[in-house]
């Protein structure tokens, strides 16, 4: 077990890492659970499924009593992020999940009650405030998903970004922060090519991002991109030239 780190602490602001069970990378692709906290409130970002809700749990305590994260911040709707919701409002009782309005009717599906507990992130995206400071929720739309969205916390600067920055790893090189980027673009290459929409969704983005000091950027797969790195990161996602839509016409063509 790897324990959690802080990856920037600011004014009474933390923003942590939630650990990691070298057991999971075994059972499927490798998620990253975060947690900021403003003094003694909380937020948690995609916090996963049953498969890793004990090691996430357990960690989260280190930090926070589970009675106060008063939000459940959801970058979109896969499975390795909103499949254990149940769980998680059983032991949080006083979280509202964050979720955007194109998803929330999918919650029952995960043994959740949309008449309770939801808060509907409107396509612009909003602001938040968690114990007097105010969060961005950033619009990510088809980076991957319909309805995505990021979460940025101008005190710390950390811009939590969902599946955006995310690596694949081949078995027994996984780490958690990026130290050599030009290294680490192979591992981000492939899963933005295949699962970001295209090349307009990536402009977007970019347009929203805009004037943000953005220090860290934390990914809910793969490694954290800090300082320098964060500026390599965006000249990177900007070079791509054909992803998603744009690349699946010329493989059809290709394997036809």
């Keep these: ?121 409107p396509i612009q995206g909003m602001q938040i405030n968690l114990n007097g400071d105010d969060l961005r929720i950033i619009p990510a739309h088809f980076l991957h998903s319909v309805g995505n969205f990021h979460l940025y916390d101008p005190i710390t600067k950390v811009y939590f970004s969902g599946d955006l920055g995310a690596a694949v790893f081949p078995k027994g090189s996984w780490y958690i922060i990026v130290d050599n980027f030009d290294e680490h673009k192979k591992y981000m290459e492939d899963f933005h090519k295949k699962y970001m929409a295209n090349k307009k969704a990536i402009e977007l983005w970019l347009k929203h991002i805009q004037g943000l000091d953005i220090r860290i950027i934390a990914p809910q797969h793969g490694a954290v991109i800090e300082g320098d790195n964060v500026r390599k990161f965006i000249d990177w996602i900007k070079s791509l030239d054909k992803i998603g839509i744009d690349l699946l016409e010329e493989e059809l063509n290709t394997n036809t």
């Design 1 to 121: 077990m790897i324990e959690p780190i802080v990856l920037a602490e600011e004014k009474g602001n933390k923003f942590v890492w939630l650990s990691i069970d070298e057991a999971e990378m075994d059972k499927g692709i490798i998620t990253n659970q975060y947690l900021l906290t403003v003094k003694d409130k909380g937020v948690l970002m995609d916090p996963g499924g049953p498969l890793v809700f004990e090691r996430v749990y357990n960690a989260m305590q280190k930090f926070i009593k589970p009675e106060d994260v008063e939000y459940i911040f959801l970058s979109h709707e896969d499975p390795d992020i909103v499949s254990g919701l149940s769980l998680w409002l059983s032991y949080c009782p006083n979280a509202k999940i964050l979720i955007s309005d194109l998803w929330d009717r999918f919650l029952p599906h995960v043994g959740v009650d949309i008449k309770m507990n939801v808060i509907r992130i």
